[in-house]
């Protein structure tokens, strides 16, 4: 998939500047667009409203699906490429009203509740009054942010060079059905040490780290159109059955249904 690099739309520092403290941005970007790394002052929840994209901060790549959401602190630098075409709807948040939200990037599930009073914030604008309906509707966003479950969808990357060339071949086939045996062999490392790199730099088993970049991969896939069966085989399954079960036990719904509720 080509790249388009973006430039960053002059309306936000606008949005940010102003005094409520939650405004509202919608996007709607196609697949392959880039926007470039950058930060706000203000904390950051993107949502996908449809398609899927990839929210990328040092040293992690988080993947945010239809129904999910990513929330990024102030300050954090971050990259937003649309893996489709993704609808893209954005809440800037003041730091004092952001203090009890997370400290940290992370994606969520948005609920159903969640969603609607996303799409009504934005449908309202920004341009609103203290003690109005709006203001309220702020106000119960933000406790509705803080309420919602951790989507396991952000892909920490090691630093240690052996680790980096293991996981960039992942990456590029993630089908790949070596175990860390073989790659200790490869690497030149004993596969204990391995290990226990896997574990100290990206928090993962070897074999939780693999399977997390498949379900974030299989989502890219499935989204752009292949098939469940052309998926689990790209994806190194033996079998389409053995996708489904890996990726309802991962995501609470088999691919199609997800897909459709998507």
Sequence with gaps: MSQTVLSLSPRVPQLEARPQPVVVYAR????????????HARAQMVYARTGVMTVT???????????RAVWVPGGVAHEIEARSSVEMRTLYVQPDAAAALPADVQ????????????????????????????????????DQIGAQQVASLSL???????????????????????DLSDWARDVGASKRTLTRLFRGETGLTFRDWRQRL?????????????????????????????????????????????????
């Design 57 to 67: 901060t040092p040293g992690v790549s988080h993947l945010v699906p239809p129904q």
């Design 28 to 39: 709607n970007l196609r697949a392959g667009d880039v926007l470039p790394s950058h930060q």
């Design 107 to 142: 994606v969520f599930h948005v609920s159903a509740l969640l969603r609607e009073l996303i799409l009504a914030a934005v449908a309202g604008g920004s341009d609103y009054a203290p003690d109005t309906p709006q203001a309220r509707l702020a106000t119960v966003l933000l």
């Design 214 to 262: 498949r379900v974030m991969r299989a989502l890219e896939m499935l989204a752009a159109g292949d098939s469940v069966t052309a998926t689990a085989m790209a994806l190194g399954y033996d079998s389409t059955s053995a996708f489904i079960v890996m990726f309802r036990r991962t995501l609470g719904a088999t691919p199609r249904s997800y897909l459709s509720r998507s």
């Design 156 to 178: 920490p990357m090691p630093r240690e060079p052996r680790m980096l060339k293991i996981v960039h071949a992942l990456i590029a086939a993630p089908g790949d059905p070596r």
